[in-house]
């Protein structure tokens, strides 16, 4: 059996880096029966603790803000060779982001890295510490949890 695990990445009182951990808690709100047949977790930040959270699964469905110059609010769907894709200065809002912590975990430990790694990001805005979540980013969250239902579906 597939072993799934959703992590929804970022601060909460940073703005739209928020939006990751909104989008997981979410779907895990809507469809609570297929969230038991995984594993959910929020994480603050993606730095190297991030590996440790993968354990053994087979799939990792990673929900962070991104920064890449499109509109707030888009949603953006890579696998893990395509996070860089963003471009220069761009990918994760965090210092030490996702793609960084994936490629050095890729080299330190292959085998921790899931078969299956697949990156929903949300397009940000406002990264202010103490802000909310910006209105654009906001009202893509729906649109954000039916992307992560949509890819749950392929593997569950």
Not at 42 to 50: N, Q, R
Not at 56 to 63: P, R
Not at 87 to 104: C, D, I, N, P, R
Request: aromatic share 4%; no cysteine; glycine share 10%.
């Amino acid at each position: 059996m597939n072993k799934i695990i959703i992590i929804g990445i970022g601060q909460k009182f940073r703005g739209d880096d928020a939006v990751g951990p909104e989008v997981v808690l979410a779907w895990e709100e809507r469809y609570p029966q297929k969230a038991e047949k995984l594993q959910v977790k929020i994480s603050p930040l993606p730095g190297l603790e991030l590996l440790g959270l993968f354990e053994d699964a087979d799939t990792a469905i990673l929900v962070d803000a991104v920064q890449s110059g499109a509109e707030a609010g888009t949603i953006h769907v890579a696998g893990a060779e395509q996070l860089v894709s963003f471009g220069a200065g761009s990918g994760s809002v965090h210092g030490f982001g996702v793609a960084e912590t994936l490629a050095l975990g890729r080299l330190a430990n292959p085998e921790a890295i899931p078969e299956n790694l697949i990156i929903i990001g949300i397009e940000a805005l406002i990264l202010d510490v103490g802000s909310s979540i910006s209105a654009e980013v906001r009202e893509s969250i729906p649109n954000a949890v039916a992307k992560l239902d949509e890819i749950v579906l392929q593997y569950i």
